[in-house]
Nanobody, 124 residues
Framework: QVQLVESGGGLVQAGGSLRLSCAAS????????TGWFRQAPGKEREFVAA????????YYADSVKGRFTISRDNAKNTVYLQMNNLKSEDTAVYYC?????????????????WGQGAQVTVSS
């Protein structure tokens, strides 16, 4: 069991940067693969990025590759999403998630635990 809480969302101009944080509680955070998803109004929740348990492997959606970076610090029970060169189409609620399995899942159904979400709004 793990609980996840996102922070760091807000309003930013196009071309700017934000860093989202996801703080996890529980004694076995390092046992979970974690990922980030986002959901815009009226749209399906979509995959953004995932990171392996140790942080050695990452995977990104094509729409964010080269602009976003996922990382984790297991000693601090925290996973991050650094978002650079933000675009208006990045506007969404961003969710962090964790899964028990070892693979870097890219579907929302692959994940077992979810945070409440953080709003990111990019103005053009």
């Amino acid at each position: 069991q793990v609980q996840l809480v996102e922070s760091g969302g807000g309003l930013v101009q196009a071309g700017g940067s934000l860093r989202l944080s996801c703080a996890a509680s529980g004694r076995t955070f390092s046992s979970y693969v974690t990922g980030w998803f986002r959901q815009a109004p009226g749209k399906e929740r979509e995959f953004v990025a995932a990171i392996s348990r140790s942080g050695g492997n990452t995977y990104y959606a094509d729409s964010v590759k080269g602009r976003f970076t996922i990382s984790r610090d297991n000693a601090k029970n925290t996973v991050y999403l650094q978002m650079n060169n933000l675009k208006s189409e990045d506007t969404a609620v961003y969710y962090c998630a964790a899964r028990r399995d070892l693979g870097l899942g890219i579907r929302k159904y692959d994940y077992d635990y979810w945070g409440q979400g953080a709003q990111v709004t990019v103005s053009s």
